[in-house]
């Protein structure tokens, strides 16, 4: 940040801009290099705080103090609070200060504002919880599991899960690791355990269990990618179609709202979702069904899948009435205002928030409770890595949508420069089928999901009970 916000300020590294002219001068190659220097710098920095910063906050809680287990379970709804809090003010404080005050004044409050929060992190390093790695590289685990497997496939699994190779519970009590139970998922990788295979480094149980996680973890992750693609246009067709409609404040006057600012009633209706599920919905469901969470991980991704339908079928009636203006109004230009309101666009941005508290936190809260306990970092970049590779899709989606369908005479498609003259409709009832199409898929996996935890032996009431992990305790 410090180098961006001196590539904005600095006469040195921008183009030089005459005094009533239009057009800037073009950036010499060293500006460039050193501006994008900046941005690939930051990027390199996301990578390594973003999949790591929510795991450290949340391993700041003891799973075996039951007043900070609850607590967890709380953490990421406010940790996605205050994150978004931060969103807000940057869409509504920093872009005025940026187009009133100038950029390098943007730049240089965040800046600022990071320099402050690495001293207090820094202050606050020896008060911090560090939970050690301990032993292998758990992606080398992973490669050994499935190289087992495959290296002991013709050999028979022993109808008595206990007969497949475990260290003893004094080895983990020792080592300060957790034994996993055997689930009945992925059978083929039990092979890896087998007692006498051909394996020199024989995985244990508990090993291919963690690779079970891994595994399932990854198949959850795929049905995520149409909601993180759903998502996405956020920031590409909604501000596009926003671009077309009036966007003068209250009928008229000087004031315009930027197409782009709209965005942040998804931020607006996430700050005011996240605080009632937290304090209203969670213990509402927890009287009803016992679980510490009120509902199970996975039902609430359900219901944030389900609302990406609600979404695309509010766009897809908002862009009907759009259409219907335009034919009334016999609009063709592409610069022509369609004389509809931009606050049409609002529902389908509240509805897209709302449904990020259960989707969005929902998917980081598994990924990190579902991983292996020495992959929690890992855990979460399956969450980040599904929002790069929703926009990298949506970009390929409306790319492949717009050739398909102009076809090989380049006639009119439903995606087109022209947005007063396109199908965005036909687009959106797409996106609203395979959005339903995953929601079948994703609830076909649920339903064969193995959880890292499972009810407790002995509960009174079986499957009502949110359960403890599946893991071995040493006495005491």
């Not at 287990?69 to 200060?97: E, H, P, Q, R």
């Not at 051909?198 to 995520?224: D, H």
């Amino acid at each position: 940040m410090v180098l961006l916000t001196m590539a904005v300020s600095l006469k040195s590294l921008r183009p030089t801009c005459a005094a009533g002219e239009e057009k800037c001068a073009k950036a010499t190659p060293s500006q460039l290099a050193f501006f994008y220097s900046a941005l690939y710098i930051i990027a390199v920095g996301a990578g390594g705080t973003k999949p790591n910063i929510s795991t450290f906050g949340a391993d700041q809680f003891d799973d075996f103090d039951a007043v900070e287990k609850k607590k967890k379970d709380s953490f990421f709804n406010w940790w996605m609070f205050s994150s978004f809090i931060g969103g807000l003010m940057a869409t509504l404080g920093l872009v005025y200060i940026q187009e009133n005050l100038g950029w390098g004044v943007g730049y240089a409050i965040p800046t600022t504002g990071l320099i402050v929060s690495l001293l207090i992190f820094y202050a606050g390093t020896p008060n911090y919880r560090h939970k050690a790695r301990r032993g292998e590289s758990p992606a080398r685990e992973v490669v050994q599991v499935l190289a087992a497997a495959f290296a002991n496939r013709r050999l028979r699994l022993p109808e008595d899960p206990k007969e497949l190779h475990e260290l003893d519970q004094l080895h983990y009590v020792v080592a300060g690791k957790r034994r996993l139970h055997h689930t009945s998922a992925f059978r083929f990788l039990d092979k890896a355990a087998v007692k006498g295979g051909r394996s020199s480094n024989q995985p244990t149980a508990t090993q291919v269990e963690e690779s079970k996680l891994v595994l399932g973890m990854f198949i959850i992750w795929l049905t995520s990618l149409v909601p993180c693609t759903i998502f996405a246009q956020v920031n590409t067709l909604f501000v596009k179609q926003g671009t077309t409609l009036n966007r003068s404040f209250a009928g008229g006057g000087g004031f315009r709202i930027p197409a782009a600012s709209i965005g942040s009633f998804v931020t607006i209706s996430m700050l005011i979702a996240i605080p009632l599920y937290d304090r209203c919905f969670v213990p509402f469901m927890r009287r009803r069904t016992g679980r510490p969470r009120g509902i199970t991980l996975l039902q609430r991704l359900g219901v944030g899948f389900a609302t990406h339908i609600l979404v695309t079928a509010v766009a897809y009636s908002v862009e009907l009435r759009r259409m219907r203006v335009i034919r009334t109004h016999r609009i063709a230009s592409p610069d022509a205002v369609v004389p509809m309101s931009i606050l049409w666009m609002v529902p389908q941005y509240a509805l897209l928030g709302f449904g990020d508290v259960f989707t969005a936190i929902g998917l980081l809260e598994f990924f990190y409770d579902q991983s292996p306990e020495n992959m929690q970092s890992l855990g979460t970049t399956f969450f980040t890595s599904g929002i790069a590779a929703g926009n990298f899709l949506s970009s390929v989606l409306v790319t492949a949508v717009d050739k398909l369908t102009r076809g090989r005479r380049g006639g009119k498609g439903w995606i087109g420069k022209n947005f007063n003259d396109s199908h965005l409709d036909y687009y959106y009832a797409f996106l609203m089928g395979i959005t339903a199409a995953n929601l079948g898929v994703f609830l076909w996996v649920a339903m064969r999901y193995n959880y890292k935890v499972e009810a407790a032996e002995g509960s009174p009431e079986p499957g009502k009970m949110e359960a403890v992990r599946t893991v071995d305790y040493p006495e005491g």
